[in-house]
Structure formats: structure tokens, C-alpha cells
């Protein structure tokens, strides 16, 4: 398995502009979080996908910022208008949950490789 | 509210060392506990998995263990080896949780 797959790698964008980062989870995943990484924050984690449904976006910062779910093999993160204050790495990972209505289910996350987004 | 916090901030050790990294957790209801490698410039790569119900999980050099009512797990990297620079993560995840909530990671220099 190519393991988690994000897109683009590296991102430079003035402020302003809309910046739309990708994501293809593992094959068979039925998990999916979006995290951003900053030096003065960590990890946060920003929405999470159970069966393609958001289930909990709490952490995602502000209006601008928006995810979806069209399919099982596909994700967005999408932030407009951009602000520098974005710039940061975003990660996208997966993992398998197991039977509805079994606790403790969810199992370990794998991660994708990030996008290094700079906002200008 | 449950606080991962790991020590030390940074290490550098010579290579061959046999070193311990340790993160600790201030809510003992975790369901499991993961430690992850990021290298400079990368994505997080899954190092081992401990589960509420274990002690310790081995993979190589590698040896993690959970003791939850202390609220401590400790990852062992034996003989150490430059290709083992690098930052080490670990997170916790709660009871029948999915979000893990990471400490902010142990920065690991091995030198020649």
C-alpha cells in the first residue's frame, strides 16, 4: 500500500488567495483526521471523518476553513481566503475503526507525508 | 483536561548509546498510547502502539512501555544510531476516544 497521499507537498500562496490541499487515505480506511502542526501550537487536530461523515470539527480554526468527504478514497482541506497566520504543516491521516457499538474500536492512525503551507 | 507532556525537550547522546525517552499523561483513562518518529521535514511515522491492557510493545531496538496508573510511558532505544535522529512523538488516546492528543516531542540528536 502507498500508505496515506497528500497533495501538493509544498504550497506559497499570497494572502487572500483559496488554498485547497488533498488527501487520499489507505485503502480500506474508514478514518480520516486532518491535523495541523505549528512550532507554537503542535498538533492539532482540526475535523475527523467517520465513513465519510464529519463527526467533529471543533478544531477547525474559523469559517474560512472548510473539509469534505466526497468519497471514501478522497478528502479536502480548503481554506478562503488564506492569512498568513495559516502557514503551517497540515497532515492528513487514516485509520480502521471496527464494529459500530464496539468500544475502544478505533485503531492506530496513519499519517501522510503534509503539505507545507506558506501563506505571503 | 488530559496533558501530554514529554522530557526532555531535546537530547544528544554519541552513537552506540542505549537511551530513554519519556512522556508522561495527567488523565489515566487512556485507551492507548502511540509513539511516532518525524523526521525534519516529514510526516509522523507510526513506531509502536501500546494498548491500555499492556505493558510494553518491542519492535527492534525499539521497547515502549505503559505504566497508566503512574500516568508514564517510556520509549528504550537501544544501541543507538545516527539514523535515529530525529523528533519522537507520543500520543494518547482517550477512552472509546478517537482523537489522539499529542505531547510536543522529544527532539533526538545521535551523534557519530
Known amino acids: 500500500d502507498a500508505g496515506v497521499i497528500q497533495s501538493p507537498r509544498h504550497e506559497v500562496t499570497e494572502m487572500g488567495q483559496e488554498v485547497t490541499l488533498r488527501c487520499k487515505p489507505i485503502?480500506?480506511?474508514?478514518?480520516l483526521f486532518w491535523y495541523r502542526q505549528t512550532m507554537m501550537r503542535g498538533l492539532e487536530l482540526l475535523i475527523y471523518?467517520?465513513?465519510?461523515?464529519?463527526?467533529?470539527d471543533s478544531g477547525m480554526p474559523e469559517d474560512r476553513f472548510s473539509a469534505k468527504m466526497p468519497n471514501a478514497s478522497f478528502s479536502t482541506l480548503k481554506i478562503q481566503p488564506s492569512e498568513p497566520r495559516d502557514s503551517a504543516v497540515y497532515f492528513c491521516?487514516?485509520?480502521?475503526?471496527?464494529?459500530?457499538?464496539?468500544?475502544?474500536?478505533?485503531?492506530?492512525?496513519?499519517f501522510g507525508p503534509g503539505t507545507r503551507l506558506t501563506v505571503l | 483536561k488530559q496533558e501530554v507532556t514529554q522530557i526532555p525537550a531535546a537530547l544528544s547522546v554519541p552513537e552506540g548509546e542505549n537511551l530513554v525517552l519519556n512522556c508522561s499523561f495527567t488523565?489515566?483513562?487512556?485507551?492507548?498510547l502511540q509513539w511516532f518518529r518525524q523526521d525534519p521535514g516529514k510526516g509522523l511515522t507510526s513506531l509502536l502502539l501500546?494498548?491500555?491492557?499492556?505493558r510494553e510493545q518491542t519492535s527492534g531496538r525499539l521497547n515502549a512501555s505503559l505504566d497508566k496508573s503512574s500516568g508514564r510511558s517510556t520509549l528504550y532505544i537501544a544501541a543507538s544510531q545516527p539514523g535515529d535522529s530525529a523528533t519522537y512523538l507520543c500520543?494518547?488516546?482517550?477512552?472509546?476516544?478517537?482523537?489522539?492528543?499529542f505531547g510536543s516531542g522529544t527532539r533526538l540528536l545521535v551523534r557519530p
Open positions: 491521516a487514516s485509520s480502521s475503526r471496527g464494529l459500530a457499538g464496539v468500544r475502544s474500536s478505533y485503531n492506530e492512525q496513519f
Open positions: 485503502s480500506g480506511h474508514n478514518s
Open positions: 471523518f467517520n465513513n465519510n461523515v464529519p463527526i467533529d
Open positions: 488523565d489515566s483513562a487512556i485507551y492507548n
Open positions: 501500546i494498548q491500555s491492557s499492556q
Open positions: 500520543a494518547v488516546r482517550m477512552d472509546s476516544s478517537y482523537k489522539l492528543i
